[in-house]
């Protein structure tokens, strides 16, 4: 079973920001947090992943709360393109595989 | 595009067939997993390879093997295909496996069980 919690879908206006929650209340120490996406029946695409810290690459921005028993993906000028279902996954050390549940559907309204 | 290269795209076969899809993992890396995406299941862990060695299974089917070789290229085996095996296949690799390193998708097969 997928440790993580995520609304089943969300709209954003497109060039807002789009805020995606993920609930993980279990997470463990060493276990890090990781965002897919997939567009239609395209492959998972990587997106970001953190442990403590909050990160940004070129795509998005990570943040989880001190506790760690939640994080936000941040797109920050959603585009038609970024619609999509996006993955919130926890990895654990002994986790090699990535276990998926059912994912955020984002839209982004024009 | 993510350097996992699968081939073949698509795939049509009839029930009682094999066939064998195949991924070349990114330059660099020596893990490949193989993932199942079907309408009602979902994305679900089959299995994964290390460096040559079988290193994590997941709901595999006994119909169903792999093998990662030497070049690190690997390839998933479906035998005794039934309607219920149609679905996407995915491949994903990484450098080691370690859970601070991501997995890196291909764009999959799809299969198609007349």
């Known amino acids: 079973d997928a440790k993580t919690t995520q609304p089943t879908s969300m709209d954003c206006a497109e060039g807002r920001a789009a805020n995606l929650p993920c609930n993980h209340s279990?997470?463990?120490?060493?276990?890090?947090v990781y965002w897919y996406r997939q567009i239609h029946s395209q492959g998972p695409q990587y997106i970001i992943h953190?442990?403590?810290n909050n990160e940004t690459n070129e795509m998005a921005s990570l943040i989880i709360t001190e506790d760690r028993k939640s994080s936000t993906l941040i797109l920050p000028h959603a585009t038609l393109r970024d619609t999509a279902v996006y993955y919130c996954?926890?990895?654990?050390?002994?986790?090699?595989?990535?276990?998926f549940g059912k994912g955020t559907r984002l839209h982004i309204l024009p | 595009d993510s350097g996992v290269t699968q081939t073949p795209k698509h795939l049509i076969t009839a029930t009682g067939q094999r066939v064998t899809l195949r991924c070349s993992p990114r330059?660099?890396?020596?893990?490949v997993y193989w993932y199942q995406q079907s309408l009602d299941q979902g994305l679900q862990f089959l299995i994964q390879?290390?460096?040559?060695?079988?290193?994590a299974k997941g709901n595999i089917l006994e119909r169903f093997s792999a093998q990662q070789f030497p070049d690190l290229h690997s390839e998933l085996n479906l035998s005794s295909l039934e309607l219920g095996d149609s679905a996407l296949y995915f491949c994903?690799?990484?450098?080691?496996?370690?859970?601070?390193?991501?997995?890196?998708f291909g764009d999959g097969t799809r299969l198609s069980i007349l």
């Open positions: 994903a690799s990484s450098v080691t496996g370690a859970n601070n390193q991501p997995q890196h």
């Open positions: 279990t997470i463990s120490g060493n276990e890090y």
């Open positions: 953190g442990l403590k």
């Open positions: 390879y290390y460096n040559g060695e079988e290193r």
């Open positions: 330059s660099g890396d020596l893990s």
């Open positions: 996954i926890v990895r654990g050390n002994r986790d090699d595989k990535i276990i």
